[in-house]
Nanobody
Framework: QVKLVESGGGLVQAGGSLRLSCAAS????????MGWYRQAPGKQRELVAR???????NYADSVKGRFTISRDNAKNTVYLQLNSLKPEDTGVYYC?????????WGQGTQVTVSS
């Protein structure tokens, strides 16, 4: 079994920062991409940022220049640094990892940005 544990969400004022972490454990042999998605109330889940095993990244246009994704392969952990937060960044943030043939989701962590 693979387990993803997320942490770092919370309530922050607009312009503030947060750092999300997601640690993967269990029967993981090879992680390819790791990513963060978010889901705002009444909206579909959307990709926020993604990082491959060799460090290539891609971001949603709405977060480019404000969010930074990184990973520590030795710890099977992915991070998301959220800077210059806006109220529209509010939502549940989910970690996702892709291995060969499988994908796994975390339980989600709430990020709330007040105006």
């Amino acid at each position: 079994q693979v387990k993803l544990v997320e942490s770092g969400g919370g309530l922050v004022q607009a312009g503030g920062s947060l750092r999300l972490s997601c640690a993967a454990s269990g029967s993981i042999f090879s992680i390819n991409a790791m990513g963060w998605y978010r889901q705002a109330p009444g909206k579909q889940r959307e990709l926020v940022a993604r990082i491959t095993s060799v460090g290539s990244t891609n971001y949603a246009d709405s977060v480019k220049g404000r969010f930074t994704i990184s990973r520590d392969n030795a710890k099977n952990t992915v991070y998301l640094q959220l800077n210059s937060l806006k109220p529209e960044d509010t939502g549940v943030y989910y970690c996702n990892i892709a291995t060969i043939g499988n994908g796994y989701w975390g339980q989600g962590t709430q990020v709330t940005v007040s105006s």
